[in-house]
T-cell receptor, first 115, second 111 residues
Framework: GAGVSQSPSNKVTEKGKDVELRCDPI?????LYWYRQSLGQGLEFLIY????????KSGLPSDRFSAERTGGSVSTLTIQRTQQEDSAVYLCASSSVVSGNNEQFFGPGTRLTVL | GQSLEQPSEVTAVEGAIVQINCTYQTSGFYGLSWYQQHDGGAPTFLSYNGLDGLEETGRFSSFLSRSDSYGYLLLQELQMKDSASYFC????????????FGTGTRLTVIP
């Protein structure tokens, strides 16, 4: 596709359930990022992929959060045993590493609501 | 640790000029980026300053002074569609290329 896509666009789940969020980056972009944005707040970095490896997982808030990327393309962010404080918009971005300005292209996000 | 400070809200009149400031404290620094985000939308890239000075892109300009740990985004000839949140972000020298974002400035353009 022409841009970064994410699915689902909205997800409502019950506390304690697991959720999977998907990101399809721009074709050819080797770098992929996950961010979290709470209402009215800035973006909080979660994890970065270069190809299929994740050299920086420093932003993952707890061991309930994990992510993987396969084939250097699609990435999945998994949240286990969701808590109400996990409610936020989860944004995925991709970039071409050769871009000197590090421009990141964001998807529309997945709005997660944990009841 | 890192911190980025921006005004939380700014209001300006259509056709006017507005400056959104960003001051930062980081343990390292590659450059300063600016992103625009409309309500319910995805952040979109506006500009990047890797070096000190002014970068101009149409109605938008961005400035960086490393010695002052300060930057700003300048929007000229404001239009109603410029009403959005604007985030400065620091590219950290961790080898990861990830961005550390400020909490954003909500710009409201009024007629």
């Amino acid at each position: 596709g022409a841009g970064v896509s994410q699915s689902p666009s909205n997800k409502v789940t019950e506390k304690g359930k697991d959720v999977e969020l998907r990101c399809d980056p721009i074709s050819g972009h080797t770098a992929l990022y996950w961010y979290r944005q709470s209402l009215g707040q800035g973006l909080e970095f979660l994890i970065y992929f270069q190809g299929n490896s994740a050299p920086d997982k420093s932003g993952l808030p707890s061991d309930r959060f994990s992510a993987e990327r396969t084939g250097g393309s699609v990435s999945t962010l998994t949240i286990q045993r969701t808590q109400q404080e996990d409610s936020a918009v989860y944004l995925c971005a991709s970039s071409s590493v050769v871009s000197g300005n590090n421009e990141q292209f964001f998807g529309p996000g997945t709005r997660l609501t944990v009841l | 640790g890192q911190s980025l400070e921006q005004p939380s809200e700014v209001t300006a009149v259509e056709g006017a000029i507005v400056q959104i400031n960003c001051t930062y404290q980081t343990s390292g620094f590659y450059g300063l980026s600016w992103y625009q985000q409309h309500d319910g939308g995805a952040p979109t890239f506006l500009s990047y300053n890797g070096l000190d000075g002014l970068e101009e892109t149409g109605r938008f300009s961005s400035f960086l002074s490393r010695s002052d740990s300060y930057g700003y985004l300048l929007l000229q000839e404001l239009q109603m569609k410029d009403s959005a949140s604007y985030f400065c972000a620091v590219r950290l020298p961790t080898g990861a290329n990830n961005l550390f974002f400020g909490t954003g400035t909500r710009l409201t353009v009024i007629p």
